[in-house]
């Protein structure tokens, strides 16, 4: 491989490591969601032929449905990280479609550009020609 592919492909390998990556956090982030929501619905069902008094047996349920909450919480936030990381993933290495939208704003900023010079040249001939005008007329009166 040349020097110049060997980086390019070394990127590529790269890149294709963080979108499994991400891929990996995604996919264990929804299945802990899903499990402890399953749970916490199991939980809710009442159990008659339990060893533990009906007291007991709610706080212990109430205190792993707090928990398997918490899990929730802690793996919709993981996601949020995730969305946040991906972002900005986006914006620091897609320098294609960055330096893409740079020169279509360029182009459309150059084209409002020319547009403006010739009005402003339009304008520039137009007073030129009143100016001229103004002029002949003043040297030709008699009052001047």
């Known amino acids: 491989m040349s020097q110049v592919q060997q980086p390019k492909a070394a990127s590529a390998q790269s890149k294709e490591a963080i979108l499994k990556f991400?891929?990996?956090?995604?996919?264990d982030d929804i299945k802990?969601?899903?499990d402890n929501y399953v749970e916490i619905i199991k939980l809710a069902k009442v159990e008659e032929d339990s060893q533990i008094s009906r007291l007991t047996q709610a706080e212990q349920d109430q205190y792993e449905m707090q928990v398997r909450a918490s899990n929730i919480v802690r793996a919709c936030e993981s996601l949020l990280k995730l969305v946040s990381d991906i972002k900005q993933y986006i914006l620091l290495n897609d320098f294609v479609s960055v330096n893409e939208v740079i020169h279509h704003t360029r182009m459309s900023y150059t084209q409002k550009?020319?547009?403006?010079?010739?009005?402003?040249?339009?304008?520039?001939?137009?007073?030129?020609?009143?100016?001229?005008?103004?002029?002949?007329?003043?040297?030709?009166?008699?009052?001047?």
């Open 113 to 144: 550009q020319q547009i403006h010079d010739h009005a402003l040249i339009a304008i520039r001939n137009e007073i030129a020609d009143e100016l001229y005008d103004l002029e002949e007329e003043y040297y030709s009166s008699h009052y001047r």
């Open 32 to 34: 802990s969601i899903i």
């Open 22 to 27: 991400y891929l990996k956090r995604l996919k």
